[in-house]
């Protein structure tokens, strides 16, 4: 048995003293897309911030492996060079900072750290041109500060642009659907689709099935009150779209 | 007493034959400060009487000031009858190459992305024939002097020039302006001189790279530019590299004449030593910069000021003539124990005058920093405009911004306009960036480049990338 890209073992975390995730296990392996459901509040933003190492969650118990190694303690740009990427549910804003100027300096941060070459200028706008046409990103946005100004779905295709440029291996997408129209969905869902590959996986967070009509998912799996209640095929992201998530709230209480 | 008064006596009457520049080792008066040493200093660099005179004049008139105390940095009190208020510049110690020199200060001169050639001079390294400083400066002067452009040191500008300085030395910043600028005009060492003829466009930026004499003439230095009817001048001070002093207090003043239709464009970096983590140590850099504006002139101060355990300094523009501009841009950083108190005073006196304040202040640590700034409408500026930001960054819980804006106008018809904010860098910032694989400390950088921006882009292309780095340089390890 290959060993999976992604493995979460009995993970507990917590945020200020208050545990949020007690005990959550998910394996994912390369080639794979899976999706994460779940009810607000029931820790699927929490997942994919531990996982790529914010500093304000503890980690009582458990592991999280990538490829096969523990990453709980390493830094956070660590995770990213070693090509762990997550798109954000809220795009921060950074004045002053280029988007180009920014993911250049990304993009080559990564690169040292892997030992390659860091890309010339006319390299990375060659780079630029191509995913810019993937995700299409008005080029306008580019040469902005990073998301200073830009529409709510502006800011999410600049994630899924930021992601066609870093071209990681474990992409974790939160809630980027959301906030989406249908254009700005489809092309969102190309862009993930262009990239499927057989040594990248994607986690994707969402609230809706909506997305994954475009995505077809692997395996879909629900969140509920910090534990993972239920796995299943893409049957059961169109069962929760009809049933809501009430039956499953019983189920796992008298589990 | 007397035989201080003896001492003082001597050398005041000793010949100064080869001017300013020639090196005497250990040539100095003993500390304190009365009118003997005034006129010994005087007499030490062959002035002419109406400058002694003048020295007098600030002297006395110091003798009837008090220090002020209104300014939020508090500093332990000066003895100023303890202070060496003349010593010729002793011969820096050569060093045969770059081998010999910490290399904690070659790490930094490499991040700063400093030239080897400006390192050696840096560090003191014996230059070889081709860089030799000299020449250098040789040539640049040559090249200046076709064009009618006068840049020398001050005391030179003296005795060469003596109409242009008798003419200009106090008519922005006179004797009787401040405690500390009036004993700068009473005990000034040296500086720099620079005259730029009607029409002529300066060819080149000048820096303190080709200056003359800077060497141990840092403490009271003298700067005096003036631009004639339609020239325009880009001038350079001070250097990203840190520069370390034994001299605490450190009293310049600058003063620009900028005529009918002239440019000064003045860029400062300012990167003295602050002190230790404790707060121990450190310059006192209480500087008096001040320009004039005649019509249709512009004058425009850019600082980056991330150095010093205090800084206090308020670069001033006093619009005089209708239609002439004024600029203030300026970067203040402070962290560990570092204050500054900075800002500006834009004077507008005559018509359709216009002012832009930009300033950002990035306090981390226990840093604390105040802008204060003047605007000064007087009642015949008809149309007179003003924009000014005021933007502060806060890193840490620990470090203090305040904005103290002052608006005096005497005109109806003028109109002022004042934003300003305060902000702190967020953690979800410095997370996404992480995410994206910048360390943490390019993070920060980043982030405060990003808000520096305004300011950064007015400085000279080379400076702005040096100060650039500068600033991420000052910021490592104050997060987290």
């Not at chain 1, 503890?58 to 303690?73: A, F, Q, R």
């Not at chain 2, 007098?56 to 000066?78: G, N």
């Not at chain 2, 003895?79 to 110690?93: F, L, R, T, V």
């Not at chain 2, 103290?404 to 109806?412: G, L, Q, R, T, W």
């Amino acid at each position: 048995m290959t060993t999976p890209l992604l493995e979460v073992k009995d993970l507990h975390v917590s945020v200020d003293g208050t545990e949020i995730l007690h005990g959550v296990n998910l394996s994912v392996a390369a080639g794979e897309v899976h999706a994460i459901m779940g009810t607000n509040g029931s820790g699927k933003s929490t997942l994919t911030k531990v996982i790529a190492g914010h500093p304000d969650y503890e980690i009582t118990k458990g592991d999280v492996l990538y490829k096969g190694k523990s990453i709980i303690e390493d830094e956070p740009e660590d995770r990213a060079r070693a090509g762990i990427f997550l798109a954000f549910q809220y795009p921060v804003e950074v004045p002053g900072v280029s988007n180009m100027y920014f993911l250049r300096s990304a993009l080559n941060a990564q690169r040292k750290s892997r030992g390659e070459e860091e890309l010339s200028g006319a390299q990375f706008i060659e780079l630029v041109k191509e995913k810019a046409k993937l995700v299409d990103i008005d080029q306008g946005l580019l040469n902005r500060s990073v998301n200073e100004g830009f529409s709510g779905g502006e800011k999410k295709r600049n994630e899924i642009f930021q992601l066609a440029m870093l071209a990681p291996t474990l992409a974790i997408l939160d809630e980027t659907d959301s906030g989406l129209d249908i254009d700005a969905l489809k092309t969102v869902a190309d862009g993930v689709n262009s990239m499927r590959a057989t040594e990248r996986a994607f986690l994707l967070v969402t609230h809706y099935q909506r997305l994954l009509n475009y995505i077809q998912p692997d395996q879909v799996h629900v969140l509920l009150g910090g534990r993972i209640v239920k796995s299943g095929g893409k049957d059961l992201a169109l069962q929760l779209e009809e049933k809501g998530y009430a039956w499953l709230e019983e189920e796992a209480a008298t589990a | 007493m007397t035989e201080t008064n003896e001492t003082v006596q001597a050398l005041a009457e000793q010949e100064y034959k080869h001017g300013w520049s020639s090196e005497v080792e250990s040539d100095q008066l003993p500390p304190g400060l009365n009118e003997d040493i005034v006129r010994a200093i005087s007499a030490k660099k062959n002035e002419p009487q109406w400058l002694t005179d003048w020295r007098l004049r600030a002297y006395r008139h110091w003798l009837t000031m008090p220090e002020p105390d209104w300014q939020k940095p508090k500093y332990p009190k000066i003895d100023y009858q303890n202070i060496i208020y003349y010593s010729a510049p002793k011969k820096k110690p050569t060093v045969e190459s770059l081998d010999e020199v910490d290399p904690e200060l070659l790490e930094t001169f490499e991040k700063l992305g400093i030239s080897l050639d400006e390192q050696k001079r840096l560090t003191g390294v014996a230059v070889d024939a081709v860089f030799d400083s000299v020449s250098v400066k040789t040539t640049f002067r040559e090249e200046l002097s076709k064009q009618g452009i006068v840049f020398c040191s001050f005391s030179e500008a003296v005795h060469d020039h003596p109409e242009l300085v008798k003419k200009y030395l106090g008519s922005v910043v006179p004797y009787t302006d401040n405690y500390f600028a009036t004993l700068n005009s009473a005990v000034f060492s040296d500086g720099s001189f620079c005259y730029i003829p009607p029409g002529v466009r300066c060819p080149m930026e000048l820096s303190t790279y080709f200056r003359i004499n800077t060497a141990g003439t840092g403490q009271f230095e003298r700067t005096l530019l003036i631009a004639d009817e339609g020239a325009y001048v880009s001038y350079l001070e001070g250097c990203t590299a840190p520069q370390r002093d034994e001299n605490q207090l450190h009293a310049a003043v600058v003063e620009l004449v900028a005529l009918k239709g002239a440019h000064i464009k003045y860029s400062t970096v300012q990167n003295w030593y602050p002190g230790d983590k404790n707060g121990k140590g450190g310059v006192f850099n209480f500087v008096t910069k001040r320009g004039t504006a005649h019509e249709n002139a512009k004058v425009s101060w850019t600082q980056v000021e991330t150095g010093s355990a205090i800084t206090w300094k308020y670069p001033s523009c006093v619009l005089k003539g209708d239609n002439s501009v004024g600029e203030f841009y300026s970067v203040a950083l402070t962290r560990d124990h570092q204050m500054a108190d900075t800002g500006t005073k834009m004077i507008h006196i005559g018509k359709n005058t216009k002012s832009t304040i930009i300033s950002k202040g990035i306090s981390a640590g226990q840093g604390d920093q105040t802008y204060r700034g003047l605007v000064k409408i007087l009642p015949k500026a008809h149309g007179a405009r003003n924009y000014s930001v005021c933007d502060s960054l806060l890193i840490g819980g620990k470090c203090g911004a305040h904005t103290v804006p002052y608006i005096e106008s005497a005109n109806k018809s003028a109109v002022i306009e004042h934003e300003a904010s305060t902000s702190k860098i967020s953690d979800d910032q410095i997370f996404f960036l992480r995410q994206r694989g910048l360390s943490e400390e390019d993070a920060v950088s980043m982030i405060v480049n990003g808000f520096c921006k305004d300011v950064l882009s007015e400085l000279p292309m080379e400076f702005a990338v040096e100060a650039q780095k500068l600033l991420g340089l000052k910021l490592e390890g104050a997060v987290g």
